[in-house]
């Protein structure tokens, strides 16, 4: 395929056929980008032609994607959003913001440390606007390598060679339990392998809590008994207090949630529950830009007297 037979496709093309993937229907389609059905039946058509393949198969009910069209989804909705992004960032510049940082960061920092500092970085530094994404800790490392972020705060576990690192903080991990669980009827720390024949609640894929307590089941030779996995701490101590199962979380995130559902928290036997969390700048950053410098300073030493450099 020539690229520069799409060039001359405008970005109302682009958003007609992801309309047209999203509903279904080249008429609300049409409608939606505000263009007439003849019209707009005729550039997805030479759109088509343009790509060498045909984005969906017509039928009398509609359109369904094909795996061509699958493809020019994933794209181009990442193409709608780095324009959306383009357009806010030079607004941005016109009302005084003079530099974006990409930062992606595990849930455990989110939810134990983050908050209040990026509200304080926020009123300190108003030139410069933090973009943040949420990931597990494997997905923070991927999006650094990636060069999809500037910086990024993850447990530390993953294979970090190639990356600037340095400390940010510590936590640690403990169960969570219904407060009628037999496991807490004591509040002494408790080896993992005592807890590995109960259901679990488990964070997504690629969360560091969840690579250690698959670990911990390897080593100790017996089955993990997942019975459900999902994105936020929030979520899981809803299940436990349901009586789903138990789960494996950081203190300080858990805290606030233990009392007003009904949870207790016990402590971990293991050394590895107390863990290192991580910040490390992105692949193609400078190691002496003065805005990156200036934010990694403020995370690490958080104080009124830490001013960050732009």
Known sequence: MNLSHLIRFDLVTIRLALACAQSGSLSQAAREVHLAVAAASRR???????????????????????????????????????????????????????????????????????????????????QVRLDLEEQVSEGVVAALREGRCDVGIFVEGPDIGGLRCQAFRQDELVLVLPRKHPLARSRKPLPIAEALDQDWIGLNAGAASMQQLQQSALTAGQPLKLRMQVRSFDAVCHLVASGLGIALLPKAATEPLLQAMQLVSRPLAEPWARRRLMVATGIGVRADDPAIQGLLAFLCEPSQKTKAKV
């Open 44 to 126: 997805l058509r030479e759109f088509e032609e343009a790509l060498g393949s045909p984005l969906f198969e017509r039928h009398a009910r509609g359109l369904t994607l094909t795996p061509a069209g699958r493809v020019f989804v994933r794209h181009g909705l990442a193409l709608m959003q780095s324009m959306s992004q383009l357009g806010d960032e030079i607004s941005d510049l016109q009302q005084g913001v003079a530099r974006h940082i990409r930062l992606c960061v595990n849930t455990a920092a989110l939810n134990q440390f983050l908050p209040p500092l990026l509200a304080a970085y926020a009123e300190q530094v108003p």
